[in-house]
Nanobody, 123 residues
Framework: VQLQASGGGSVQAGGSLRLSCAAS????????MGWFRQAPGKEREFVAA????????NYVTSVLGRFTISRDTAKNTFYLQMNSLKPEDTAVYYC?????????????????WGQGTLVTVSS
């Protein structure tokens, strides 16, 4: 499985960005797709997750109402729409995939990771 993230950039506070993660290598019907971020000097944190089938979602509290995770099954791509961005959203964002074998929701561990894409939000 390969994941290719894109869509990062620089934006002013209040602006929007959409991150994309193109997935390849197999079918993803049982998978959970996720987004994580790592700010400078901080640990990587969970942002959002979605089941490939069914579209069940989960978000970290700090992005509720501002970020939306979605997927396009025909394109094998999932997205993170980020609105009302804040300077504290500045981070390298990573996409990830979990094979659907974990019992907890959202999954605590992921099997595959894409490269990061940098999001910078200026005040």
């Amino acid at each position: 499985v390969q994941l290719q993230a894109s869509g990062g950039g620089s934006v002013q506070a209040g602006g929007s960005l959409r991150l994309s993660c193109a997935a390849s290598g197999r079918t993803f019907s049982s998978y959970v797709m996720g987004w994580f971020r790592q700010a400078p000097g901080k640990e990587r944190e969970f942002v959002a997750a979605m089941t490939w089938i069914g579209g069940r979602t989960n978000y970290v509290t700090s992005v509720l109402g501002r970020f939306t995770i979605s997927r396009d099954t025909a394109k094998n791509t999932f997205y993170l729409q980020m609105n009302s961005l804040k300077p504290e959203d500045t981070a390298v964002y990573y996409c990830a995939a979990e094979r659907g074998r974990r019992r907890e929701w959202p999954p605590e561990l992921y099997d595959y990771w894409g490269q990061g894409t940098l999001v910078t939000v200026s005040s």
